[in-house]
Nanobody, 124 residues
Framework: QVQLEESGGGLVQAGGSLRLSCAAS????????MGWFRQAIGKEREFVAAISRDGVYTYYADSVKGRFTISRDNAKNTVYLQMNSLKPEDTAAYYC?????????????????WGQGTQVTVSS
């Protein structure tokens, strides 16, 4: 089990940028693949991005490809989500999640541990 805490959310104008961080507790962070998901009010939780244990492989939802970048620093037990060219439709609570292994990184049920979320609001 790993405890996760997101930070870095806030209010930004359309076209702006934010960098989310997710700090993980424990010594086993490098054994987990990590994902970012988001949930807007009245909508289901949706996949945003995922990264393999070693950071070599990354996956993105089509809606954020080319604008968002996921990365991780295993020495700091932290995963990041750099968000550029933000749009009002990116407004949501953003969650990081950990999985010990999955062939379907875009599926929320594949993840065993979740953070509490951080709110991102993009104004038009």
């Amino acid at each position: 089990q790993v405890q996760l805490e997101e930070s870095g959310g806030g209010l930004v104008q359309a076209g702006g940028s934010l960098r989310l961080s997710c700090a993980a507790s424990g010594r086993t962070f490098r054994s987990y693949a990590m994902g970012w998901f988001r949930q807007a009010i009245g909508k289901e939780r949706e996949f945003v991005a995922a990264i393999s244990r070693d950071g070599v492989y990354t996956y993105y939802a089509d809606s954020v490809k080319g604008r968002f970048t996921i990365s991780r620093d295993n020495a700091k037990n932290t995963v990041y989500l750099q968000m550029n060219s933000l749009k009002p439709e990116d407004t949501a609570a953003y969650y990081c999640a950990a999985t010990s292994g999955t062939r379907n990184p875009q599926v929320p049920n594949e993840y065993s541990d979740w953070g509490q979320g951080t709110q991102v609001t993009v104004s038009s």
